[in-house]
């Protein structure tokens, strides 16, 4: 697995963990940030979210453009000097007025710019690495590793957001409740037609002070306080940028060979391919193609921070006891992954020491987990947002499984193409709904809700949206890594940048179309945004599926 990679991976990919650990930390949070702080209603609060993930996925293409003229390492740099700058005027607490909307959307902005200068361009130094012949058998499995360790830092964003808004809560007094910031901006805006609900859970809190408070005074109170714990959150992300940065400087002579752009690999580098004008427009063709299949892929998948989320906060029980409750404690998740690992390493293990050594870790990795697991309380309390770290965890968990088996067809040569893997996620990601549409059955509609305080009276156990995000996950699996170590192979050399940013574009295209369920979510029942989901997967895997002979002609 981790045999005969280039050291340089290795070093990328830590660079990449830091940055997507604090993009994963605030988005974790963001849509209840804009809904708790501003008050905005579930629609604007999406398209605000779709806009800003359009653009984060969107500039790559521009940054793309810009690394294939000065070079991918000085886009990098400049990226996260740049996102830095963002995420330092997030994390300001201020007023919900003109002045901290418009610092909110100025930060918002220079992560997009920041993002498209870092993302796509660390991408392709991964994949210029593997234009060593030396190493040019492994770029898929590479890809793998890259993706497994984004969502390291992924996996950890949910739990880190949790701890920081229940640490500032607890420190003026109060709890996390998901209803109140709703109920109490209805208060303070004079829509809220019957306060009980909102006394009895200001009656709840814990503070002393909280007592003698009226109801306009908890109400501003309650909503400050949240809004500063969110902007904390927001905080982590420039100290994961600062780590990052450190580590691609610090390594930076393990890979600096790869950043060489197409004019400086046609005057020597290693790997440089001259393609005929046919082959050149015949790969552009068939990326471009891929790039519209996978748009509706990313607009299903990219649920978890809108729809999805409100279910969780919504629909699903706000605690959780038996077994389940151990897939809430982050530290048990970190030492199942790993065991994963060390249990892949017995039987990859030359020699009978290693089998051993792999196999006493594997077995201390599962007593920790269990010691955990029995450390927790009976019952506990779950916030919508650590739903989120379920995706990364089985992405973590279960590369290598994937690649296990990707390997064993490969030396068999069955292993499916990239095209192929890419329809067959699409499939699998219509099975994800399908698990919704389970959970929702006999729930209200969304627009039901505000008869009964905004939550289900009847909430489905979190088990449903835990399957939803393996089986999405088994997707991702099948389509991201492998869409990446595509691109990364069949792109011109003189357009890599702008083949690897129209790939983030095809995802812009799909984050901003994921708002379209959170935009009906208040006028349909919660079955037609998941069956809508769900058409637009098998449709899309079906006509990659009949485009498959031409793809991987295009593409040999």
């Not at 045999?3 to 605030?26: C, D, H, I, S, V």
């Not at 219509?430 to 969304?446: E, N, V």
């Not at 069949?490 to 994921?514: C, D, E, H, Q, R």
């Amino acid at each position: 697995m981790f045999k005969g990679q280039p050291k340089g991976l290795y070093a990328l990919a830590l660079a990449n963990t830091g940055e997507r650990f604090g993009y994963y930390t605030m988005l974790a949070i963001f849509m209840l940030f804009l809904q708790a702080k501003f008050g905005f209603p579930g629609a604007t609060a999406s398209q605000i979210y779709a806009i800003f993930l359009a653009l984060v996925y969107f500039m790559p293409v521009v940054g793309g453009i810009l690394a294939d003229k000065i070079g991918y390492g000085k886009c990098v740099v400049t990226g996260i000097c740049i996102m830095f700058a963002g995420y330092v005027c997030l994390s300001i607490p201020t007023a919900a007025n003109g002045l901290g909307l418009a610092l909110m959307l100025g930060a918002l902005f220079l992560i997009s710019v920041g993002t498209g200068l870092f993302k796509g361009n660390l991408q392709v130094l991964v994949g210029n690495l593997y234009d060593d012949p030396k190493y040019s058998a492994k770029r898929d499995s590479a890809f793998s590793l890259f993706y497994m360790a984004i969502n390291i830092g992924a996996m950890f964003a949910p739990t880190a957001a949790t701890a920081l808004t229940n640490s500032h809560l607890r420190s003026a007094g109060l709890i996390y409740k998901a209803d109140i910031p709703a109920l109490a901006h209805q208060y303070l805006g004079g829509t809220l037609a019957d306060p009980s609900l909102l006394e009895s859970l200001k009656a709840a809190m814990p503070g002393s002070q909280i007592a003698s408070m009226d109801l306009t005074a908890f109400s501003q109170y309650y909503i400050n306080h949240l809004s500063t714990a969110y902007n904390l959150g927001f905080a982590v992300a420039c100290v994961s940028l600062i780590l990052s940065i450190a580590i691609y400087l610090g390594c930076r002579s393990w890979f600096k060979h790869a950043d060489v752009n197409a004019k400086q690999a046609a005057k020597g580098a290693a790997g440089y391919e001259e393609l005929t004008p046919k082959q050149t427009k015949d790969r552009i063709v068939a990326l471009i193609f891929v790039f519209a299949v996978v748009i509706f892929f990313w607009m299903a998948f990219h649920q978890n921070g809108s729809s999805l989320t409100y279910f969780a906060r919504d629909y699903t029980q706000a605690t959780v006891a038996g077994p389940l409750k151990i897939g809430f404690n982050i530290w048990a998740l970190a030492l199942i992954a790993v065991s994963v690992y060390t249990l892949f390493g017995i039987f990859q293990s030359e020699g009978t020491q290693g089998k051993i050594i792999n196999g006493g870790i594997t077995a201390a990795l599962w007593c920790g987990a269990y010691l955990l697991y029995r450390g927790m309380d009976d019952s506990i309390s779950i916030l919508p947002q650590q739903f989120q770290q379920f995706n990364p965890f089985f992405v973590v968990a279960l590369t290598p499984v994937s690649m296990a088996i990707f390997a064993a067809l490969a030396s068999k040569d069955k292993e499916p193409s990239a095209p192929k893997k890419i329809g067959l996620g699409m499939f699998v990601a219509a099975l994800g709904y399908l698990i919704m549409l389970f959970a929702s059955k006999g729930q209200p509609a969304p627009s039901e809700l505000v008869a009964v305080g905004g939550v289900s009276p009847d909430p489905v156990v979190p088990t449903y949206l835990i399957s939803t995000y393996l089986v999405l996950t088994f997707a991702e699996l099948l389509l991201s890594p492998m869409g990446i170590s595509f691109v990364s192979k069949v792109a011109p050399p003189k357009y890599k940048g702008l083949m690897m940013g129209l790939w983030f574009a095809a995802t812009a295209i799909g984050n901003y179309l994921s708002s379209i369920p959170s935009m009906m979510w208040n006028n349909v029942p919660l079955w037609v945004n998941w069956t809508v989901l769900m058409a637009l997967c098998v449709i899309s895997g079906v006509v990659m599926f009949s485009m498959l002979r031409k793809l991987e002609a295009a593409t040999a």
